[in-house]
């Protein structure tokens, strides 16, 4: 009986974003850790990209992987944060619905490379430590599209689809998002028709990608670590890069599940909820290349080489 109404619905076109809005004053002191936090990750991640890129001695897919890895990192902040630094310091927090969805897609597809990227590191321990004498084989370029294509369509798809079906919602209510970037579930809610689909395809999608993946590279390590225990060989060093690796997944899945209560914990703040929700997208891209950095003695002297040649 109401369908025929949608047409004489209007839908809001242009979204202001009401995240610390209720700061007044100390809004603008929000700026200075994602200030840091931006400087931070470009610096680390381009002094990394460029270390591996510059020396041959780490031309191989393990470190390109990393480079990879980084790369990605740096691209969220570089999206996200010169946005966000325009509305805390100049109240510019309009955005239209189109530029909402490019942002969104762009944030969860950054979402779904990173999670990507980790299997593809348990995967190249795996065949380094399980599987030595075809690691070449499988990760050469040809062997190693094989892994890539499926998984970028698999990302694509389900991200694609979440987009989509965000763009045709009606939004007739408000057109005031409570968060300061364009989250999938804080835009949807503006919606005046039913969003169950939305929801239902957000958590196939969180299914689809996070929790599969998660679920690989713990298999994966459970593998690696198994193949060693029963072998008896030492392999210290192959076992301290899945350790690395390990150490930058229970990162990531810490802030993401801190990030995920945050948000839906009614006690806290509401700016203390956002703070919480956003930081958790930027703080990695900090943490990972200092991690790498550090606990990769390859990439840690070639840092240090680079270091002694600039200055």
């Not at 999938?184 to 809610?189: D, K, P, S, T, Y």
């Not at 299914?207 to 670590?225: E, G, K, N, R």
Request: hydrophobic residues 55%; proline residues 4%; contains cysteine.
């Amino acid at each position: 009986m109401m369908e025929p109404l949608k047409e004489n619905i209007s839908s809001h076109e242009y979204f202001i974003f009401s995240g610390f809005s209720e700061l007044g004053a100390l809004k603008s002191f929000i700026s200075i850790p994602f200030l840091i936090l931006f400087f931070v990750s470009l610096f680390a991640n381009s002094l990394l990209i460029y270390v591996v890129i510059s020396q041959r001695s780490l031309h191989s897919p393990m470190y390109i992987l990393i480079a990879c890895l980084s790369f990605v990192d740096m691209c969220l902040p570089l999206i996200l944060i010169p946005n966000l630094l325009l509305n805390v310091l100049f109240n510019a927090s309009g955005i239209s619905l189109s530029g909402c969805l490019v942002q969104m897609f762009l944030v969860h597809m950054l979402g779904a490379c990173q999670s990507a990227l980790l299997v593809w590191m348990a995967l190249d321990r795996y065949f380094a430590i399980c599987r030595p004498l075809s690691y070449h084989d499988h990760m050469s370029l040809p062997g190693f599209l094989r892994f890539i294509i499926p998984v970028m369509i698999r990302d694509v798809i389900m991200v694609s689809a979440v987009v989509i079906l965000a763009g045709k919602v009606l939004y007739c209510f408000r057109n005031v998002i409570n968060h300061c970037v364009c989250e999938h579930m804080a835009l949807v809610e503006l919606g005046c028709g039913s969003t169950a689909i939305n929801s239902l395809v957000g958590l196939l999608g969180v299914f689809m990608v996070t929790v599969v993946d998660f679920l690989c590279i713990t298999a994966s390590y459970i593998i690696i670590f198994r193949s060693v225990l029963r072998s008896g060989k030492s392999s210290a060093k192959a076992l301290h890069t899945c350790f690395t690796h390990i150490i930058v997944m229970v990162i990531s899945l810490t802030f993401l599940l801190t990030a995920y209560l945050a948000y839906r914990m009614n006690s806290l703040p509401n700016a203390g909820r956002l703070f919480v929700s956003t930081m958790y997208m930027f703080l990695p891209s900090c943490i990972n290349p200092i991690i790498y950095g550090v606990r990769t003695t390859e990439i840690r002297q070639n840092v240090l080489k680079v270091y002694i040649k600039i200055f």
